[in-house]
């Protein structure tokens, strides 16, 4: 059963605006959150992450909000880009840190 | 700089065949993992290892099996190549702490023919 859910396959924005990628959670335990970016034929790269004890966590353009009663976490873009057309996948861990559950991803086309 | 290192980028195979995919990370992580990408599937955790000769099956490890004789290596092994194993794979390391992150490698796309 897929613990951590991206239900938006896709989205598309002009350059400029908010990007807005959700991301929902089933477990609890989840403890530290985490969004790559990944470009075609490479590996994901980091982008940003999220403990539980916070609610929002900014590093220049990007921000990411944890509502935990929710059990969901949004990545903000702004402003969008073109170069940051890729697919965004999020991530979630227990206290372990042993395993990571990843979304199937959301595809973002930033237009120019 | 933080490096996991997969040996080929690209691979084609015959069904049938015995693959192996070689990773290597610098940075004496505890933990290493093998996962595929498939379109519409993201990112599906096939083995992990959290130390030397140790192995731990993730969701998809049918077809599968993995070696760690090394802490900075760690091999995935498809024993009978099917063309249903035609994928995009990533190997990822991580500090064996919570509040860490991963780590990946280029990815190998494998072909099986």
């Known amino acids: 059963d897929q613990q951590v859910k991206q239900n938006s396959p896709s989205l598309s924005v002009q350059e400029g605006r908010i990007s807005i990628l959700n991301c929902d959670y089933t477990?609890?335990?989840?403890?530290?959150f985490l969004w790559y970016k990944k470009y075609p034929a490479e590996g994901p790269t980091f982008l940003i992450s999220?403990?539980?004890?916070?609610d929002k966590n900014e590093d220049g353009r990007f921000t990411v909000f944890l509502n935990k009663s929710a059990k969901h976490l949004s990545l903000h873009i702004v402003p969008s880009q073109p170069g940051d057309s890729a697919v965004y996948f999020c991530?979630?861990?227990?206290?372990?840190?042993?395993?990571?559950?990843f979304g199937t991803g959301t595809s973002l086309t930033v237009i120019p | 700089d933080v490096k996991v290192t997969q040996s080929s980028r690209y691979l084609v195979k015959r069904t049938g065949e015995k693959v192996f995919l070689e990773c290597v990370q610098d940075?004496?992580?505890?933990?290493m993992f093998w996962y595929r990408q498939d379109p519409g599937l993201g990112l599906r955790l096939i083995y992990f290892?959290?130390?030397?000769?140790?192995?731990e099956k993730g969701d998809i490890p049918e077809g599968y099996s993995v070696s760690r004789e090394k802490k900075e290596r760690f091999s995935l092994i498809l024993e009978s190549a099917s063309t249903n194993q035609t994928s995009m794979y990533l190997c990822?390391?991580?500090?064996?702490?919570?509040?860490?992150?991963?780590?990946f490698g280029s990815g190998t796309q494998l072909s099986v023919l």
């Open positions: 477990n609890s335990m989840f403890d530290y």
């Open positions: 999220i403990s539980s004890i916070k």
């Open positions: 991530a979630a861990t227990d206290l372990t840190g042993n395993q990571f559950y």
């Open positions: 940075m004496d992580h505890e933990n």
């Open positions: 990822a390391s991580s500090l064996e702490t919570a509040g860490e992150k991963l780590f």
């Open positions: 290892s959290y130390d030397v000769k140790m192995k």
